[in-house]
């Protein structure tokens, strides 16, 4: 068990399900909520023809309705929307076959219409489960699998991109990015601490890929998240939580969620009150910061976008209304066709097939690549697969490591 002292309070992170919490009965623990902005897999934005480019010069990639310049209209992706229906398929969602979109309105320099677009009322994918492993024991070579409910999956537009520059004290905009079609994946609290958070999202950024929905690149930003973050007493009412925004790895991720639940424990346990803030995470001294304060909510004036008919999903061609193009259908049964083979059954695969130990199943699906190296090494020689993963976990994994590679690279 690892337990972390911090002015007497002990954190206990539970990562064996047969492990119980060995700490004083006026313990604290954390409650963990994540809000994931998936950037879509697709060429051209969510509700104009721009191109998506992450390396193009700043403003090259913007429409009329990216700029928000009056009478232009949203035109709806269609491969945005397959692109929410199979990622809702794959985490076990409801999809809703009909969906509404919303106007979200606040006011940021990099948000020209003054509104996003997004789903607030009815959003295309409610009620979904995330099960996510991780190694955990003394040894951490033991599979410790979890799960977190996911509350829902919504379309919505990406905002354009502020660039500060001190040295002429200015703030410029660059636009490329508005418009971007993002899913927001909201997870349920229903994580106590940074290693569970770390994982489920990891699992979530292998699920994206195998999907192809997105390319999970995190430095990149196409793939963001947010954490709420609180603590209590078992059996009291939740805390109030404080908001961790934008944080750029899983392994930041785990480091912010556990540091501000020290933080918090640490302000409840010297007589203070938790505020209800948005805080950021410096990586450099694993601090958050706080950002501003949320006791003031902001109204978001939502309203529905009268500019954007209900969008349907169909269970089959056959229930479409009589008339309308298969191109512009979207149909469930063609998607879940479509579903490719998940992180996790490829895990349980390599161990069945070749007799492999859970971890080393772990590095092979985790590492872009890798599974396919070792399964035409294993075709293609005569050597048995506990030969060839000993070989790739540590002669091949040793190279790249000295080169600086992945195996995607070679």
């Not at 939740?238 to 392994?251: C, L, M, P, Y």
């Not at 092979?364 to 050597?383: H, I, P, S, W």
């Not at 048995?384 to 600086?404: C, D």
Request: charged residues 20%.
């Amino acid at each position: 068990m690892t337990l972390i002292r911090y002015d007497k309070v002990l954190l206990t992170c539970r990562i064996q399900n047969n492990w119980a919490l060995m700490t004083a009965p006026q313990e604290l623990v954390g409650v963990v909520g994540l809000e994931i902005h998936a950037q879509i897999h697709s060429n051209t934005k969510l509700f104009s023809g721009s191109q998506v480019g992450f390396q193009a010069p700043p403003n090259s990639l913007v429409s009329f309705f990216d700029a928000s310049l009056p009478g232009t209209l949203p035109v709806l992706n269609r491969r945005c929307v397959e692109a929410a229906v199979m990622t809702g398929l794959a985490l076990n969602c409801t999809i809703n076959r009909k969906s509404l979109f919303d106007r979200k309105h606040y006011f940021y320099a990099d948000l020209p219409a003054g509104y996003q677009i997004t789903q607030q009322r009815l959003p295309i994918a409610v009620d979904g489960t995330l099960t996510y492993s991780h190694l955990g024991g003394r040894k951490r070579n033991t599979v410790v699998t979890k799960s977190v409910r996911i509350k829902q999956i919504q379309l919505e537009q990406d905002s354009g991109k502020s660039l500060h520059d001190d040295y002429r004290s200015q703030t410029l905009i660059d636009l490329n990015r508005a418009g971007v079609g993002l899913m927001e994946l909201v997870m349920e609290p229903d994580m106590s601490c940074g290693e569970e958070a770390a994982a489920a999202v990891r699992e979530m950024q292998l699920i994206l890929q195998a999907l192809g929905t997105c390319q999970g690149n995190m430095a990149e930003g196409q793939l963001r998240v947010d954490a709420n973050v609180s603590v209590h007493r078992p059996g009291d009412p939740w805390g109030i939580r404080t908001e961790v925004k934008n944080i750029n790895s899983a392994r930041n991720l785990a480091r912010a969620i556990d540091y501000e639940i020290q933080r918090q424990m640490v302000v409840l346990e010297s007589g203070g009150t938790v505020q209800n803030e948005t805080r950021s995470f410096d990586g450099k001294t694993g601090h958050t910061i706080p950002m501003r304060d949320k006791e003031g909510l902001q109204d978001y004036r939502f309203m529905p976008e009268p500019n954007l008919p209900p969008l349907m999903v169909y269970e089959a061609c056959s229930t479409a209304p009589p008339g309308v193009a298969p191109s512009q259908l979207v149909v469930l049964e063609e998607v879940r066709e479509r579903l490719p083979e998940l992180p996790s059954v490829r895990r349980q695969r390599l161990v069945e097939t070749y007799g492999i130990l859970p971890e080393h199943s772990f590095t092979l699906v985790n590492e872009d690549g890798l599974m396919d190296y070792f399964e035409a090494v294993v075709r293609e020689t005569k050597a048995g697969p506990r030969k060839v993963i000993g070989w790739v976990m540590n002669e091949l994994q040793g190279l790249l490591h000295q080169q600086n590679l992945s195996v995607s690279q070679r």
